[in-house]
């Protein structure tokens, strides 16, 4: 007998990037910060923990938003926090999107999108990204029953951009709230914080995991009007942030200096990654983001991420309908990047 709705019987499940237990592989392959998080946060999460854990967390995080407040220029009923980024994703879905209704979102993206859609028993309306990685006008085409468009800014897998003025123009041009996914947006020139106190449709996730070293603790936040911030905290789980959740993203935001110094690390590395992955003749997107995407026009993608892998070196490999297949290279410490470069120049030999 089948217990379960037609939808979710159907569907087949987000698949996360593989984690490895108890492995010595050089992970290059979920986006992760390859730094340890600031040493702030570890005592933060310490305190929260003498202090103990017997009674329920804050329900909706006010030290984290007092503290984003003040770092984004935003007042804290402007932003609402979800157990990573993801948990806000999902909120949004569940508060806007009914059986029957239509979500937008762009083709190559993060492919949470479609897997919370069929969840809701939605339509999923998938738009090609143009070669040059802009949206042409199907993206903000009206539709009966569009409810909500997912653009993530910058975009996984590419790492590309669309500017705050061409996003600003989508959004008043869409029929629907767009939710701007900006989980990589720390490690890129631009964001779209500005333009939601100018159109009540636009929405900015953020996460911790990635610029923060916190894809452990699991803490992301939505920025929008206070108005919209009302009706998803209805949505959201009573407690969905605890305590020692809580205690660490706030001291993380709160340490700019490591932010800006593990932040230019990074970027430094992702720009010598593109630099070496160019001269061994690969084709790359220029990046925004704490990852490159990439491919050999002589080397299929899927054979080199097996033989990479093979190597003690983890990538991700990734295929899209209507678009090539490619690796997607997270960004690691320079130490990291020499392993996988050496051992790709071999195979490559």
Known sequence: MNYFRSNITAMTGYVPGEQPQ???????????????????????????????????????????????????????????????????????????????????????????????????????????FQPDWSLGEAFTAPRERLKLAYLANPNSPSGTVISPDDVARIADQLPCPLLVDEAYADFSETNCLGLVAKNEKVMVSRSLSKSYALAGLRFGFLIAQPQLIEQFAKVKDSYNCDA?????????????????????????????????????????????????????????????????????VLVRYMSYPNWNDGLRVTVGTDQQIDAFLTILTGLLA
């Not at 202090?51 to 003040?70: H, I, M, N, S």
């Not at 110094?261 to 720009?271: E, K, L, P, V």
């Open 244 to 312: 020692m959740a809580i205690a660490g993203a706030t001291a993380a935001i709160g340490d700019q200096q490591w932010f800006q110094q593990t932040r230019s690390s990074i970027i430094a590395t992702r720009g010598r990654l593109e630099a070496e992955l160019t001269r061994l003749g690969f084709e790359c997107v220029p990046s925004q983001a704490n990852f490159v995407w990439c491919n050999h026009p002589d080397h299929p993608a899927e054979s080199l991420y097996q033989q990479l892998k093979e190597g003690g």
């Open 22 to 128: 108890g492995t010595k592989l050089v992970k290059l392959n979920t986006n992760e910060n390859p730094y340890d998080c600031a040493p702030k946060v570890k005592a933060a999460i310490g305190h929260a923990v003498q202090a103990g854990l017997q009674k329920y967390p804050d329900p909706t995080a006010t030290a984290f938003r007092q503290q984003a407040g003040e770092l984004l220029g935003v007042d804290p009923d402007w932003i609402l926090c979800g157990n990573g980024s993801d948990d806000i994703l999902t909120i949004i879905t569940r508060a806007l999107v009914d059986s029957g209704d239509v979500i937008r979102y762009p083709n190559p993206s993060y492919v949470l999108y479609k897997t919370l859609a069929e969840i809701q028993g939605a339509e999923c309306d998938v738009v090609e």
